[in-house]
C-alpha cells in the first residue's frame, strides 16, 4: 500500500518512521511494573523469613519455658521468656516485641499474663508463687514484632502518608515439665 506524501511528513515529526520507536516506549511502560513486581516479591520474602525466625525463636522459648518451671530467676517466668526471645534473636529491636504468656497451675486452671493486651517491650514480668505451674500442662507463649516493610528509597513520596509497618504474630505451646 502506497502512503501519502503528507502521512509520511506526519510520521517523520519526530525523526522516526513507522514503528520504529515502539520498543522504547513498550519498554518505558513495562519497567516500572517489573520494578513493581521484583519490589514486592523481595518484601514478601523478607516478610515470611522474619516471620519463619520468630516462629522458631517462639517455639524455643516456649519449651524453655516449660521445662525450665523451677529454674527462672525470681520465679519469673515472663520475664525468662524475654529475655530468652530477645537473645534468640540478636539484631532484632528489643522495644518492638510484645509478650502474652498463658501458664496452667496444678488443678489446669490457666492464668494470662498480662491480663488483658500484651506487655511491650523488655519490661514483661510476672512473679509467680511456689507451686503455680503445675506439670503436665500447657503454657501458650505469644510474641509479636512490630516489623517495618521495605520502602522505596528511589520514591520517597510513594510512602508518604502511608503506613508500611506490620506485625508479625507467633505463637506456641509447650507442656509444663
Do not use: H
Not at 22 to 37: N, Y
Not at 51 to 79: E, I, K
Not at 143 to 164: E, H, K, Q, R
Amino acid at each position: 500500500m502506497k502512503i501519502e506524501n503528507g502521512l509520511r511528513k506526519l510520521g517523520n515529526l519526530f525523526g522516526r518512521r513507522g514503528e520504529e520507536g515502539s520498543a522504547l516506549v513498550e519498554f518505558a511502560l513495562t519497567l516500572p511494573m517489573l520494578f513493581g513486581l521484583i519490589y514486592l516479591s523481595a518484601s514478601l520474602t523478607l516478610g515470611m523469613y522474619n516471620l519463619q525466625q520468630l516462629q522458631n525463636a517462639t517455639s524455643n522459648t516456649a519449651m524453655a519455658v516449660g521445662s525450665d518451671v523451677s529454674l527462672y530467676p525470681n520465679n519469673d517466668p515472663c520475664a525468662y521468656a524475654a529475655s530468652t526471645i530477645t537473645k534468640s534473636l540478636p539484631t532484632w529491636t528489643a522495644a518492638n516485641f510484645s509478650y502474652a504468656l498463658v501458664v496452667s497451675d496444678n488443678n489446669g486452671n490457666q492464668t494470662r499474663y498480662p491480663a488483658n493486651g500484651y506487655t511491650k517491650g523488655s519490661s514483661f514480668s510476672c512473679a509467680l508463687a511456689a507451686g503455680t505451674v503445675g506439670a503436665n500442662y500447657p503454657t501458650i507463649l505469644t510474641v509479636t514484632y512490630s516489623y517495618s516493610w521495605l520502602g522505596i528509597p528511589a520514591m520517597p513520596f510513594f510512602n508518604s502518608g502511608t503506613n508500611t509497618a506490620g506485625t508479625l504474630v507467633a505463637s506456641q505451646p509447650a507442656i509444663q515439665m
